[in-house]
């Protein structure tokens, strides 16, 4: 079971680093275009690999409350092997989840180079996904609060 905690483990760190303040999140390495058009390894990629995020003032509710998820079942997951870790998960899917409720908007809205290519339709669907997660891990009434809100039994995706 070590190597499937390891395997969950990767990318929590990796999206760990995205993270690097309250309200500023990593989104997006590369351009659709460029990327899209090259057929080999990423790291044999030579052409530029742009780095972008959202902030208050370019926000992305949606991307903010998946990478909130994710860090809220990684926190259950590592909750009991590694309780620092699953508390370092927890504190960053509540930050996330703040700036998510704060400074709503679309992904695809605030950064240009991925409105072409994985646009965002409406925040609803993360916005209750990712307060589900934090209510799971928590127990939290306010984010089942918040889930109960933004859930819409007829999306529009």
């Known amino acids: 079971s070590d190597w499937l905690l390891d395997c969950v483990k990767w990318p929590l760190d990796y999206l760990l680093k995205c993270h690097v303040s309250d309200d500023e999140l990593y989104v997006q390495v590369g351009s659709g275009a460029s990327d899209h058009s090259y057929w080999g390894r990423p790291e044999t990629m030579t052409m530029a690999r742009p780095a972008y995020k959202i902030t208050a ?27 620092t870790y699953a508390a370092t998960l927890l504190e960053h899917a509540k930050s996330l989840w703040t700036f998510a409720t704060m ?55």
């Open 57 to 83: 003032a370019n926000p992305g509710s949606d991307v903010s409350m998946e990478t909130a998820a994710a860090f809220a079942s990684g926190a259950i997951v590592f909750n009991s092997t590694d309780p």
């Open 103 to 157: 400074h709503k908007g679309k992904y695809s809205d605030s950064v240009s180079a991925a409105n072409g290519f994985y646009p965002s339709y409406n925040i609803t669907d993360e916005m209750c996904w990712g307060s589900m997660w934090l209510y799971k891990a928590t127990g939290d009434e306010q984010y089942l609060t918040e889930a109960k809100k933004w859930f819409d039994p007829a999306p529009d995706w």
